[in-house]
């Protein structure tokens, strides 16, 4: 008679989050449901049809694994529940499709900010702006997220933190590094500073110019990335028609370059370019 597919219980997390091994899959697996850790013990069974579970996240790489394992004996056990909270969160209203590190990333990240927000540390975002206006969704569930970071430890997460639990979750679910976004913020903030050089002027944060340029160079620098670039019929017309224009873009070109370690097609500058010479024409309307 073949063996019934079940997990046995790994360990429990709280009430409503076990750690348990899929028996016949042999995979750890991240159990949640309520009151299902109640009276669980290690070597004990659940079976896959339990009513009481509602929602399963399968650990796949071992590496992961392991370092989730370790970090169940090193973080408050009550960070682990409420970033499982969240991830399932994330996963119900933007996509069950997420890069299984989160699952190490969030309650660590989480660990560490309540541990500033006890010590009275300030938590300082320099790209609060530029997350909250590039990714209206993912910030949202990072609001939810930090209400019930509020509500189960008693503290008031700011805005700014809000905006770093915003990248956790762009990370998991574009499948990118946490480093990436952070470096892409960074960078963006520096082609933006280079564009205000060469224009004369400030571009206001609230402004609709600000908000296009942004969000241009942006998913300029997501499709040089991912080798993504779309010939530009205009581009040598460009050069002609607006050389100043051109001249900054390859600036930023070079810069994007440098930091991304990719180069930059010149159809991608001419895009630039022509989204420069709009912003540059507004002054002389």
Same mark, same amino acid.
């Given at each position: 008679?073949?063996?019934?597919?079940?997990? $046995?219980? &790994?360990?429990?997390?709280?009430?409503?989050?076990?750690?348990?091994?899929?028996?016949? #899959?042999?995979?750890?697996?991240?159990?949640?449901?309520?009151?299902? #850790?109640?009276?669980?013990?290690? #070597?004990?069974?659940?079976?896959?049809?339990?009513?009481?579970?509602?929602?399963?996240?399968?650990?796949?790489?071992?590496?992961?694994?392991?370092?989730?394992?370790?970090?169940?004996?090193?973080?408050?056990?009550?960070?682990?529940?409420?970033?499982?909270?969240?991830?399932?969160?994330?996963?119900?209203?933007?996509?069950?499709?997420?890069?299984?590190?989160?699952?190490?990333?969030?309650?660590?990240?989480?660990?560490?900010?309540?541990?500033?927000?006890?010590?009275?540390?300030?938590?300082?975002?320099?790209?609060?702006?530029?997350?909250?206006?590039?990714?209206?969704?993912? !910030?949202?569930?990072?609001?939810?997220?930090?209400?019930?970071?509020?509500?189960?430890?008693?503290?008031?997460?700011?805005?700014?933190?809000?905006?770093?639990?915003?990248?956790?979750?762009?990370?998991?679910?574009?499948?990118?590094? &946490? #480093?990436?976004?952070?470096?892409?913020?960074?960078?963006?903030?520096?082609?933006?500073?280079?564009?205000?050089?060469?224009?004369?002027?400030?571009?206001?944060?609230?402004?609709?110019?600000?908000?296009?340029?942004?969000?241009?160079?942006?998913?300029?620098?997501?499709?040089?990335?991912?080798?993504?670039?779309?010939?530009?019929?205009?581009?040598?017309?460009?050069?002609?028609?607006?050389?100043?224009? !051109?001249?900054?873009?390859?600036?930023?070109?070079?810069?994007?370059?440098?930091?991304?370690?990719?180069?930059?097609?010149?159809? $991608?500058?001419?895009?630039?370019?022509?989204?420069?010479?709009?912003?540059?024409?507004?002054?002389?309307?």
């Amino acid at each position: 008679m073949s063996e019934q597919r079940r997990f $046995e219980i &790994v360990r429990s997390l709280s009430n409503n989050v076990v750690l348990a091994n899929d028996v016949l #899959g042999n995979k750890e697996t991240i159990l949640m449901g309520k009151g299902l #850790g109640f009276g669980a013990k290690p #070597g004990g069974s659940l079976e896959t049809s339990d009513t009481r579970i509602e929602k399963t996240f399968v650990i796949e790489d071992k590496q992961h694994l392991s370092q989730y394992q370790m970090l169940l004996g090193q973080i408050d056990p009550e960070v682990i529940v409420i970033s499982e909270k969240i991830i399932s969160i994330v996963s119900e209203q933007l996509t069950p499709d997420l890069n299984e590190h989160i699952h190490l990333a969030l309650p660590s990240h989480i660990e560490y900010a309540l541990y500033r927000l006890r010590n009275n540390i300030a938590i300082e975002n320099p790209f609060l702006w530029e997350i909250r206006t590039l990714n209206p969704k993912e !910030f949202e569930l990072a609001s939810q997220a930090a209400e019930l970071i509020n509500k189960t430890f008693d503290v008031e997460v700011p805005e700014d933190e809000i905006g770093f639990l915003t990248i956790h979750i762009q990370s998991a679910v574009a499948h990118v590094p &946490v #480093g990436n976004f952070v470096q892409y913020n960074h960078l963006l903030k520096d082609l933006v500073a280079l564009i205000e050089r060469e224009r004369g002027r400030v571009i206001p944060k609230d402004s609709i110019d600000y908000l296009r340029l942004i969000t241009h160079l942006r998913f300029a620098m997501e499709r040089i990335r991912q080798g993504d670039a779309t010939k530009n019929p205009f581009r040598d017309n460009l050069k002609e028609m607006a050389p100043y224009e !051109f001249s900054v873009a390859q600036k930023c070109a070079d810069l994007m370059s440098k930091k991304l370690e990719i180069e930059v097609p010149e159809d $991608e500058t001419a895009y630039i370019a022509m989204h420069l010479y709009r912003l540059f024409h507004k002054d002389s309307e």
